[in-house]
């Protein structure tokens, strides 16, 4: 059984910092994904990571800014946002796919955190 547990999330000014975490226990093997659902829309990518670490691909709406990185040591990935904006309020969700490959569409990943809300004041 897999789960992810994503933590890190909370109120952030606008310009700030923040850094997400994501703990995944049963599984860790393949390439993990961060998503974001704003209020009123649908979910979409964000950012993505091959299990080798080597590869990553960003939004545009968040290239330059956010990070993605993981540990496979402690099994957990990491989404470092910088320079925040208030459109970037949404919950934030961590998944994992069953490839070695990057990803950017929802449906190639089988496994999906709780989400943590992450709002940005104006």
């Known amino acids: 059984q897999v789960q992810l547990v994503e933590s890190g999330g909370g109120l952030v000014q606008a310009g700030g910092s923040l850094r997400l975490s994501c703990a995944a226990s049963?599984?860790?093997?393949?390439?993990y994904g961060w998503f974001r659902q704003a209020p009123g829309k649908d979910r979409e990518f964000v950012a993505a990571?091959?299990?080798?670490?080597?590869?990553?691909v960003y939004a545009d709406s968040v290239k330059g800014r956010f990070t993605i990185s993981r540990d496979n040591a402690k099994n957990t990935v990491y989404l470092e946002m910088n320079n925040v904006k208030p459109e970037d309020t949404a919950v934030y969700f961590c998944?994992?796919?069953?490839?070695?490959?990057?990803?950017?569409?929802?449906?190639?990943?089988?496994?999906w955190g709780q989400g943590t809300q992450v709002t940005v004041s104006s």
């Open positions: 998944a994992l796919t069953m490839t070695t490959e990057v990803r950017t569409i929802q449906s190639e990943y089988r496994y």
């Open positions: 049963g599984r860790s093997f393949g390439s």
């Open positions: 990571i091959r299990w080798s670490g080597v590869k990553s």
